[in-house]
């Protein structure tokens, strides 16, 4: 992990246009991320605010009933899409994007690979079903 300092990191936002750069791309990314979510996933449900004024740089969705979330974010973890587990009702998978080293690739990517596991249901397989005390 990449350890930046305030200096770097504001000098990181200046070469890509600015905090304002940043926080357009951010919405950008989340935006990309939903409506690839809402196109792909049938029964996911959006938890994270619509308006981009109320939303920071991350989306939280719950997924149809009988699907386990934290098998899902076991599996993709495994896979190298790391996000995280909110349990409660509804159990909640939270993704966060970082625009100073996230893009739409890594979007898509996540995307991809949330479709490929429900699609084939790996995530109902005992290496993930089986609950840790950490996500």
Sequence with gaps: IAAFTVQEAVEAAQ?????????NKSLALTEA????????????????PRDSAMRGSQVSFSLPQGVDG??????LIAQGVIGDFRAG????????????????ADVARAV????SIL?????DA?????????T
Excluded: H
Aim: glycine residues 10%; positive net charge; hydrophobic residues 45%.
């Design 119 to 123: 699609d084939t249901k790996s995530w």
């Design 15 to 23: 070469k890509l246009g600015g905090i304002k750069a940043l926080r």
């Design 89 to 104: 009702d509804p159990e909640l998978l939270r993704f966060g994007f970082a625009p100073l080293y996230n893009g739409f």
């Design 33 to 48: 991320f939903i409506g690839g979510v809402e196109q792909r996933v049938p029964g996911a449900v959006i938890a994270t």
């Design 70 to 75: 934290y098998a899902v974010m076991q599996a």
């Design 112 to 115: 991809d690979v949330l479709v």
């Design 126 to 134: 005992p290496q993930f079903t089986s609950r840790s005390k950490v």
